[in-house]
């Protein structure tokens, strides 16, 4: 099973700042890695797919970027209604598989 | 606008079987692949079953490879998942969901399902 690592687990944040999160994969997955934001209490949404291609309706400070084993999600301007957790997955082979999430508490 | 709303969800004994149904609406159903996904209490997202457009094929977690079934009926824009032999590390919330089949695009509320004695 591919093996996604996300970092940090916890990252601690400043309205308006620009952050990245980290996700790394135990084996290529070509572009085959996907994000979602999880509220509490809340489904989780599609933030970016492919690696890098943005969905629509989420807001445009969301990006991403990676291929192979090293993918990035950052977010331009942290905004409040941002602290959530976010998970890393991939749809390259089966099983799919999901990181552990990173989660955005406000510093 | 797509709509996933899940149903079923219940307490159960462990080694009893629960179904749970997707109802789905807002898009063309037979014309995407369906999965399943879960999450324990507090845990992270577990990917469970994918199901093909006709539902020739399907595609399962070894962890419920021969105890669970995912199916749908295309003319009723249902999504299945009959859950046999449950035990209590299938406790979680099951979501229905939609994309291209590699990703998941769509997600349902999700709903809970507890095995316990």
Not at chain 2, 11 to 37: E, I, N
Request: with cysteine.
């Amino acid at each position: 099973d591919v093996v996604l690592t996300q970092s940090p687990a916890t990252l601690s944040v400043t309205p308006g700042e620009r952050i990245s999160l980290s996700c790394r994969a135990s084996e290529s997955v070509d572009t085959y890695l996907h994000w979602y934001q999880q509220k509490p209490n809340e489904s989780p949404r599609l933030l970016i797919k492919y690696a890098s291609q943005s969905i629509s309706g989420i807001p445009s400070r969301f990006s991403g970027s990676g291929s192979g084993t090293d993918f990035t999600l950052s977010i331009n301007g942290v905004e409040l209604e941002d602290l959530s957790i976010y998970y890393c997955q991939q749809g390259n082979s089966l099983p799919y598989t999901f990181g552990a999430g990173t989660k955005l508490e406000l510093k | 606008e797509v709509q996933l709303v899940e149903s079923g969800g219940v307490l159960v004994q462990p080694g009893r079987s629960m179904k749970l149904s997707c109802a789905a609406s807002g898009f063309t159903f037979s014309s995407f692949p369906m999965a399943w996904v879960r999450q324990a209490p507090t845990k992270g997202l577990e990917w469970v079953a994918t199901i093909s457009t006709s539902g020739g094929s399907t595609y399962y977690r070894d962890s419920v490879k021969g105890r669970f079934t995912i199916s749908r009926d295309n003319a009723k824009s249902t999504l299945y998942l009959q859950m046999d032999s449950l035990r209590s590390e299938d406790t979680a919330t099951y979501y229905c969901t939609t994309g291209d089949g590699y990703d998941f695009d769509y997600w349902g509320q999700g709903v809970m399902v507890t095995v316990s004695s």
